[in-house]
């Protein structure tokens, strides 16, 4: 443990012990929002990180905290830390919450309180703590006030390790527990005044032998000792993959030939077999009116025909996941549950050959027909250049049309498609991608390509809350190497990754986070702009589409009946903020790019801090 001189608080000694064993447990972030009665933890925290034993991050608004931690989660894979005082502020982080327990996030909620003696007697700031996120969490400790007692040190190293266990989904030794998974913990800690004295580590806390691997260390060993259900051969079958299903869904697809169906956030939306253009084709006869079976990894939510697909007489439906609270299974329809499955050996037929083969060349047809499209709208896009096999020019004229074809191209105003396919284009390997919960997002999984990239969206529950702050957590925990990792070394890391199937955490000094959303989900979230001094300041570039107000209601059946002036106010919620102001007033560099060599301009300058991109759209 972290070695320190005496203190004389015993709300402060309990705090280091706690955060100290936490550590050592693996945890490596700790996020704090400022409070009274967690003045303890607080500056607890501050004095790991002066020795280097967490990242430190201090946001005001406890709600922008909640999913700061959420979003260093979902990129480390391990439990951050989110400490807030009594009251309200607990409250604040139930989004966060919810969000961790239906997505299966590792997060560690850490709430001071008042002794319990004070609850329901109108002390001040004093409400009904444990309990209040009701069934949303993995492990719920009411820790009674610190004395300064024997054994107290003792008892915080079991509450730490108890709590990573639980919020990584593991027994004591490690295995993982399929139901419910990974997700949410809450330590409510009643403290006695003093609330907090000086306190000095002379060391950090080292990351101990048993330290919790991350949950996506802790899956892959899952799925080399869990029961593999073997899938035959037979019906027409396609694969699906929601919201976290992983290149799992991607290589069945591939080993038992059958078309796959991704969604962009699936981590699955690459390889031979991938199907662009489903959402088409399963309304299309001959296609999804034949399908007798589908294998769904992950949580799909992003198109209604899925959903009737799965739900629809006839058709077996098999849902794959390694753990989770909840099994995804609409309309109660899904008729097979498994924790992995793999394909039998198979020379496949002609007929199942031409069965995948049909749907995706007709999704690259689709496509196709979609840039021939945009083609005609921008420009002919077929013209000769004018220029011969010498590099003069011949043809005067034809470089003439060429050239004003191609300005216009330049000039042409941004939709919701070039957005997206200009973004996707745009990212790499080692950048992340975050996508709001808005419109964009749908336009993103009709048109994008296949390709391997790290992508991720709050689709737990698919709310707008805390995009802005995820992302930025996202950012922080990608860009720069965690303490406890620099603490066991690289090489220690790596043959921990190797023995658990998986690649090690990366970190990239060039990396870039990206995160397209509407402006409502900006404005929703607009707090999390604020990163304080002495904060992490990561390259995170924020992607507004600005169409003046909630346009994805537009879809919505009421739109065409209800009166227009009334939908608008209760639905469309139309909005003018100066979003130039906006960044100014946060310390954000902004951008605007309205036309298409705007936005390629705009996507391909460095980003080196928090930058705001506005991009006009049409409604």
Do not use: C
Not at 34 to 45: T, V
Not at 427 to 441: C, E, Q
Not at 478 to 500: C, L, N, R, W
């Amino acid at each position: 443990m972290a070695e320190g001189r005496s203190v004389a608080s015993p709300a402060t000694a309990a705090a280091i012990a706690l955060l100290a064993h936490l550590v050592r447990a693996g945890v490596t972030d700790v996020v704090v929002a400022p409070g009274s009665r967690s003045q303890a933890l607080a500056l607890a925290a501050s004095e790991l990180e002066r020795v280097g034993g967490i990242r430190l991050h201090v946001r005001i608004d406890e709600r922008g905290a909640g999913f700061l931690a959420l979003g260093l989660a979902v990129e480390t894979g391990r439990p951050a830390v989110v400490v807030t005082t009594s009251g309200t502020a607990v409250a604040n982080l139930h989004p966060a919450v919810l969000e961790a327990h239906h997505a299966g996030v590792p997060l560690i909620v850490a709430t001071a309180d008042r002794p319990a003696e004070l609850r329901g007697i109108r002390s001040n700031q004093t409400t009904m703590q444990p309990g209040i996120f009701a069934g949303a969490v993995r492990l719920e400790r009411d820790v009674t006030p610190p004395e300064g007692r024997a054994g107290e040190a003792d008892a915080a190293a079991r509450l730490a390790r108890d709590a990573v266990r639980a919020a990584v989904g593991v027994d004591a030794d490690g295995v993982l527990v399929p139901h419910p998974g990974p997700g949410p913990v809450h330590l409510n800690l009643q403290y006695r005044e003093p609330l907090s004295s000086a306190v000095s580590l002379d060391a950090p806390p080292l990351r101990g032998a048993d330290a919790a691997a991350s949950v996506d260390e802790i899956t892959a060993a899952a799925r080399g000792d869990a029961r593999v259900a073997a899938i035959g051969h037979g019906p027409r079958t396609v694969v699906i993959a929601g919201a976290g299903a992983g290149p799992e869904a991607e290589e069945l697809a591939r080993a038992g030939g059958w078309p796959l169906i991704a969604e962009v956030t699936s981590g699955a939306r690459f390889g031979p077999n991938l199907v662009v253009a489903y959402r088409e084709l399963l309304r299309e006869p001959g296609f999804g009116d034949e399908v007798e079976r589908a294998i769904v990894f992950g949580h799909p939510t992003l198109s209604r025909e899925v959903l009737a697909l799965v739900r629809r007489d006839g058709v077996e439906t098999i849902a794959v996941a390694p753990w989770g609270v909840e099994w995804f299974d609409p309309g109660h329809a899904v008729g097979r549950f498994e924790r992995a499955v793999s394909v039998e050996p198979h020379e496949p037929t002609a007929e199942e050959r031409a069965w995948t083969g049909r749907w995706v060349r007709a999704s690259r047809i689709l496509l196709d027909r979609r840039d021939e499209a945009g083609v005609d709208d921008a420009g002919s896009g077929g013209l000769r250049s004018g220029v011969d096999e010498t590099g003069h020019v011949s043809d005067y004229a034809a470089q003439r049309a060429y050239l004003k074809d191609q300005l216009a191209r330049i000039r042409q105003p941004v939709d919701r498609r070039m957005l997206v396919e200009a973004l996707w284009a745009a990212t790499w390997p080692h950048d992340r991608l975050v996508f709001g919960a808005s419109r964009l997002i749908r336009d993103a999984d009709r048109n994008v390509p296949g390709r391997r990239i790290a992508v991720h969206a709050n689709r737990g529950l698919a709310g707008i809350d805390g995009t802005v702050a995820t992302a930025i957590g996202i950012a922080i925990a990608s860009q720069s190497a965690a303490p406890g990792a620099a603490q066991t070394g690289a090489e220690t890391d790596a043959a921990a990754a190797d023995a658990a199937g998986t690649a090690p955490a990366r970190t990239s000094a060039t990396g870039i986070t990206r995160a397209l959303i509407g402006d409502l989900t900006l404005l929703h979230d607009v707090g999390s702009l604020l990163i304080g001094t002495g904060e992490t300041r990561p390259r995170v570039l924020v992607i507004v589409g600005n169409d003046g107000g909630g346009t994805i209601f537009d879809a919505l059946e009421v739109a065409g009946s209800a009166p227009a002036e009334a939908f608008d106010r209760v639905q469309y919620t139309p909005q003018s903020v100066d979003l130039s102001a906006l960044a100014s007033a946060y310390g954000w560099e902004y951008r605007r790019a309205a036309t298409r060599g705007e936005l390629d301009e705009a996507l391909g300058t460095t980003v080196t801090g928090p930058t705001l991109l506005e991009v006009p759209l049409a409604r």
